[in-house]
């Protein structure tokens, strides 16, 4: 699959889910996010172990803590990410196929 080919392509589905296969042998699944020139964004779903690893607790600074800055209470973080991005080259792109997304 030359270049255009796989620029196309990966526009034609963005925003679905599917598979994705390289030409090295490894395989992603995710969500077509952007494609652009060079690469393909993909919103890959994260499982619990992962999840622990990317989590961050970086408050607002506000000069009234609590009082200033509605969205922060004490005790709770920010919301957990779900997706992961990840960035291929479209130079190495060997297939695209939908998946059924549950």
């Not at 526009?11 to 969500?31: A, E, F, L, P």
């Not at 000069?63 to 800055?69: D, E, L």
């Amino acid at each position: 699959m030359n270049h255009q080919e796989a620029h196309d392509l990966c526009n034609k589905h963005m925003h679905r889910y599917v598979g994705v296969t390289m030409s090295d042998g490894t395989i992603h699944d995710g969500i077509v996010e952007h494609v652009d020139e060079v690469n393909l964004y993909l919103a890959v779903p994260i499982g619990s172990m992962e999840l622990e690893q990317m989590r961050a607790f970086v408050p607002f600074p506000t000069p009234y803590p609590y009082f200033g800055n509605p969205y922060f209470y004490p005790g709770y973080g920010f919301g957990r990410r779900r997706f992961a991005r990840q960035v291929l080259p479209l130079a190495g792109l060997l297939a695209l196929s939908l998946l059924p997304y549950y």
